[in-house]
């Protein structure tokens, strides 16, 4: 079993891209700006606005956060996110995710102008993959795209079951597998007979949010599966596959922590320099 080493891949891309970043300074005589906006405490939000700020300041980028407290009125985000579209030293926006209740999410993500939406949440860029033009591809998929890959480089005809919708990942990496020829089935919580769709399947996807979800008896033998869970547990934190069972049959499994997590903040960085690259053309 080939155990998915996401630590390491993400460090070889934050190094390809600290180079890349170089390179832009010398040439523009500026470098690549990201802007993440966090509201509210919420601890593990701020534990990743933490890492993804210190990552992009490794590779050279200019970093910020700015910090509302959770009772912010809607307008004074609308409004920075405006104010930030214009800024031409900010070439990627950020918004943590979740919200407050009171902060409508999808005018937030709406508000983001399109060519700085590095987490391709915005509608543009929804359209722009589904239509397999140019444009912002949510980090997570990207992340978890670039591992499946790496296993192996041609996808054409292969069977791949993504478990979960949410346009953040399910419905993301679907559209990126569909490019790579991939045959590719959507499940979710209304699924019949997940188990049978799962067992058919060359690469799977697991991003629901259910512990241990994915079984051993699941998964067909050489299957690549990509496990983007992050389930707090009494023994800590565990993916939606069982690690144990399922590594004895597939043929490569990312672990949870240390798989597709350091890759997501890895994209977000990509996304941020691609962002800086289009606005330059
Ligand atoms: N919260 C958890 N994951 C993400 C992500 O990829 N983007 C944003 N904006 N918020 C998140």
Redesign the pocket.
């Known amino acids: 079993m080939i155990l998915i080493d996401g630590k390491k891949e993400a460090e070889e891309l934050r190094k390809k891209l600290k180079d890349e970043v170089s390179a832009l300074k010398l040439k523009y005589k500026k470098v690549p700006g990201l802007t993440?906006i966090l509201i509210g405490e919420m601890t593990?939000?701020q534990i990743?606005v933490r890492n993804k700020e210190k990552s992009a300041n490794e590779i050279g980028l200019k970093s910020e956060v700015i910090k509302y407290p959770e009772s912010v009125e809607e307008k004074i985000v609308l409004d920075k996110i405006k104010e930030l579209n214009n800024d031409d030293t900010v070439s990627g926006i950020?918004?943590?995710?979740?919200l407050p209740k009171h902060i409508d999410k999808q005018k937030v993500i709406e508000t983001i102008s399109p060519n700085k939406d590095v987490?391709g949440?915005h509608p543009i860029n929804v359209g722009n993959l589904s239509s397999g033009y140019q444009g912002s591809i949510?980090?997570?998929p990207l992340g978890c795209y670039l591992l499946i890959k790496k296993i192996e480089s041609n996808l054409t005809g292969k069977k791949a079951v993504m478990i979960g919708r949410s346009n953040?990942n399910g419905k993301a990496m679907a559209q990126l597998l569909l490019q790579e020829d991939c045959t590719v089935t959507i499940t979710h919580s209304k699924t019949k007979n997940l188990k049978e769709e799962c067992l058919v399947a060359d690469i799977i996807v697991a991003a629901v949010g259910i512990k241990e979800l994915v079984r051993g008896d699941w998964v067909k033998k050489d299957a690549i599966v990509i496990d983007v869970g992050i389930n707090k547990t009494e023994k800590g934190i565990v993916g939606d596959v069982a690690f144990n069972e399922v590594s004895k049959v597939a043929k490569a499994l990312t672990p949870v922590p240390g798989g597709v997590g350091p890759m997501?903040i890895a994209c977000?960085l990509k996304n941020t320099i691609e962002c800086f690259k289009r606005f330059q053309n």
């Open positions: 993440v593990p939000s990743y950020l918004v943590q995710l979740p987490d949440l949510p980090c997570t953040l997501t977000l």
